[in-house]
């Protein structure tokens, strides 16, 4: 054992290598990604790594890797595993002979999702046992009992870390490399009746996997994994993830000392444990459940109140003494513990007299392609009856203003149906969907056949800037590079299109503004599914040019240039439009907006 | 002993790897750390910050409010958003340069900074600001601002180890061609 100072999400990677893992897929989505570009930055050559083209894919992948042998773990953020329910749902019943850990992030707040849904009910749902750990290091540890677990067991694991664990450093003890396991799979071996799925396998698997699980919840009871902490007293805390070491630092700070019950396998949940934790010094009087997302804990303990016929009372998200939405925070956990233990906090003072503070919400970047893209849409169909679906992305932000071009945004790939949605009930409507490229392969190509085949009238605008840029630039299938370190075929998102049978497919560069305005202009006019894509690279890994140059002699102060573009390289300084140029990119387009040519340097000015 | 140390600004600004470094030095000196800081939107012009924390039983990374004993503020009003964190008696360093969201622009503010830093003088006693532009360009180079923050944040002598163990550790983590600028810039006399 030696110590680094590792992220969760690194240390995540690092414990299912030390597991012995050999195939690791996903497909990027915060806060997941950092877990296999950590595997892919620690692969010695026997690990396989890649991107898949999205969640459903890689679960997939996944499970045939494990069917033969292999130490399988697939990633992805919780709403991915919307994307890969499919397969996750019949592979319970299946099962699996190389350890599957399946590692999904949740995202407490959301900070950076569309959804709070809490993957512990989908491991009920899904009835596959699941890990919840607290702290980096216990994500280190636990990953490689998941991985055991699901061996021993024959089933695919849930591990769902949540945002402040995944995106928390802290220095761990990891193991050395001659204390990491290695695992040889032995390969497929056919067998039809294992692994071909039919309603009788089902019904066999369905008792099999019920009776398992009453199993596996007296295990996990006695695993040292859901930890009952004795003080003595009447009152208890339940708790899990990162609330429990809020949970250990308001118990410290306010020198109190209840029972505290730390569940880190919600499912099957571990009900002997419970039991002893609520019957603990001749019972129980009350206990406080700390969770986030949903109440897994709170019911658990009641159901288990109701099976065993015990009288603690149960208090959390359902009584209204844990917020039902968003991140708990050391302070709010804090408030909650002295309101339960009747401790007195000392009230906060608010400073009153705070200037306002300057807001920072995300916007694009200086220089992105995506904000000539919307301004050039903006531009051709004004004046026009549109609706412009948005998606997710970087490029779901062309909802700020000025811009204001993202009318829908609902999940991934979904823009391009809904926009033919709208179209059927608005025929008069120009139907616009904004994907970006690795949207456009995850989970927007199906929309399109949709479209081509039921006749739906609609522009379809791809961004492409060749990378996954929200998530911190993945390879995709447009990109020509895979995790493996390959560089291989571009699969062209012109030709994806055409063989679907659009045929109007043009590709422009965004930033040359007048001939894209005329592009949407032309195309747009056009009856049927038409496309545009508008190709040009994410602004963050190019070199910029030279920053642009306001002529103070020319410019007439009219802001043009920063109310119709909102770019932060565009800036007030002594009540005049200014160019920032740490941020300027020379991307040219506010010198292509400037009405009395005023702008110059940059790329694109005359 | 227990530090904790709140780093802010705004994305782009170098604080991640100023956290890295502190981390990197604090564990040479085998004292336990932990830290979380905003990832994602960090491109994107947002307010940024790494909770830092150093020291034996800890359980989070995070803080609450009134617990921090250092602010190292890369900007004005990020220094003020994040006061709340500050103990009392703690010590603040903040650099003195404004950045202006476009949101500012847009509303046609010319938000620059001077309320807020006039608002930390009222608020803070032992406050240190750093005209931020002029470092850098002492130092030579615009990228300066991370290094000249985290020498004078040693300075304060709140962290467990001095400017040799951070130059130590710098060395190792930046390519070579920058090593001479940011010694420079961690030892800039201010």
Redo the contacts between chains.
């Keep these: 054992m030696h110590?680094e100072?590792l992220m969760g999400n690194a240390a995540i990677a690092r414990g299912a290598i030390a597991a012995g893992l050999n195939v690791i897929s996903g497909y990027p989505g915060?806060?997941s990604t950092e877990v296999l570009e950590t595997t892919a930055k620690c692969n010695d050559g026997s690990l396989y790594v890649e991107w898949s083209v999205n969640e459903k894919a890689a679960l997939e992948l996944g499970a045939g890797a494990a069917y033969s042998g292999a130490r399988t773990m697939v990633t992805m953020k919780q709403v991915g595993l919307n994307v890969a329910s499919d397969p996750l749902m019949s592979l319970a019943y299946i099962g699996v002979k190389g350890g599957m850990v399946i590692m999904v992030a949740d995202d407490p707040g959301p900070?950076?999702s569309q959804t709070e849904q809490d993957t512990r009910k989908f491991a009920e749902f899904s009835k596959l046992p699941c890990f919840d750990p607290s702290?980096?290091q216990e994500a280190y540890d636990m990953i490689q009992k998941a991985f055991e677990y699901s061996e021993e067991y024959h089933t695919p694991v849930l591990f769902r870390p949540t945002t402040?664990v995944c995106?928390?450093?802290?220095?761990i003890e990891v193991k050395d490399e001659d204390e990491c396991k290695k695992n040889a799979p032995e390969g497929f071996v056919r067998d039809p009746s294992k692994w071909v799925i039919f309603p009788r396998l089902s019904f066999a698997a369905h008792g099999a996997i019920e009776k398992r699980n009453v199993c596996l919840s007296k295990v996990f009871s006695e695993s040292g994994l859901n930890p009952v902490t004795a003080n003595g007293g009447r009152r208890g805390i339940a708790t899990h993830g990162?609330s429990?070491?809020?949970t250990?630092?308001a118990v410290?700070a306010l020198g109190v000392s209840p029972e505290i019950f730390k569940v880190g396998t919600p499912f099957p949940f571990p009900e002997e444990a419970a039991v002893e934790f609520l019957t603990a010094n001749g019972g129980l009087e009350e206990v406080l459940c700390i969770e986030e997302l949903d109440p897994v804990i709170e019911r658990g303990l009641i159901f288990v109140c109701g099976k065993y016929g015990l009288k603690t009372k149960i208090i959390g998200k359902l009584t209204g003494h844990i917020p039902p939405a968003g991140e708990n925070?050391?302070?709010s956990v804090?408030r909650a513990v002295s309101q339960f233990m009747g401790v007195e906090l000392t009230a906060?003072e608010k400073?009153e007299?705070?200037?306002p503070?300057?807001?920072?919400?995300?916007?694009?970047?200086a220089g992105c392609p995506h904000r000539a893209s919307f301004f050039a849409v903006k531009q051709a169909m004004k004046g026009k009856k549109s609706v412009f679906c948005g998606d997710i992305g970087?490029y779901t932000?062309g909802n700020a203003?000025?811009l204001d071009m993202v009318d829908t945004c609902l999940c991934m790939g979904a823009g391009v149906n809904i926009t033919q949605g709208i179209g059927r009930i608005e025929p008069d409507t120009n139907c616009f969907a904004f994907v970006g490229d690795s949207t456009f392969f995850a989970s927007a190509i199906t929309g399109v056949i949709n479209a081509v085949y039921n006749q739906a009238d609609m522009t379809l605008v791809v961004l492409d800037n060749s990378t996954t840029a929200?998530?911190?630039h993945q390879p995709h299938p447009g990109t020509g590079r895979t995790m493996m370190g390959q560089v291989v075929d571009k699969v062209s998102i012109e030709a994806v299109l055409r063989g679907i049978g659009v045929k109007t497919v043009e590709t422009v560069d965004p930033l040359k503004l007048d001939a894209a305005v005329d592009c949407v202009k032309r195309v747009s006019a056009e009856k049927g599914v038409k496309a545009i894509i508008f190709k040009s690279p994410c602004a963050?890994l190019i070199k910029g040019k030279a920053p642009a140059v306001i002529d103070s002699g020319k410019c007439i102060n009219c802001?043009k240039c920063?109310?119709s573009l909102?770019?932060?390289g565009?800036?007030?300084?002594?009540?005049k439009a200014a160019i920032?140029a740490?941020?300027c990119t020379g991307c040219g387009l506010c010198s292509q907006v400037c009405p009395v040519n005023a702008i110059g340097g940059g790329e694109n000015a005359e | 002993m227990q530090n904790n140390i709140l780093i802010c600004g705004v994305g782009g600004q170098g604080i991640v790897l100023t956290s890295k470094l502190i981390a990197a030095s604090a564990m040479a000196q085998d004292i336990p750390v932990m830290s979380a800081e905003t990832i994602g939107m960090a491109q994107k012009g947002g307010s940024v910050f790494s909770f830092l924390r150093l020291g034996d039983g800890l359980y989070c990374p995070m803080f609450p409010e009134k617990t921090a004993d250092l602010l190292i503020a890369f900007e004005p009003a990020e220094a003020v958003r994040m006061l709340p964190y500050l103990k009392d008696g703690g010590k603040v360093i903040v650099n003195t340069h404004p950045i202006m969201p476009v949101t500012a622009a847009l509303k046609g503010s010319s938000y620059n900074g001077s309320e807020m830093l006039e608002y930390l003088a009222k608020k803070v006693d032992d406050l240190k600001t750093i005209d931020g532009e002029a470092a850098c360009r002492e130092v030579g180079s615009p990228r300066a601002l991370n290094m000249v923050m985290l020498g004078q944040a040693v300075k304060t002598g709140v962290l467990p180890f001095g400017i040799d163990a951070v130059e130590e550790v710098m060395k190792k983590t930046v390519k070579p061609q920058f090593v001479e600028m940011n010694v420079k810039a961690l030892r800039l006399e201010i």
């Design positions: 110590k100072f915060t806060p900070i950076s702290s980096v402040r995106h928390g450093y802290a220095s990162i429990y070491t809020y250990m630092e410290k925070t050391c302070a804090k906060e400073a007299d705070v200037p503070l300057p807001v920072r919400p995300p916007v694009l970047c970087c932000l203003m000025p929200m998530t911190g963050v802001k920063i109310n909102g770019c932060p565009l800036v007030i300084k002594d009540g920032e740490s941020l």
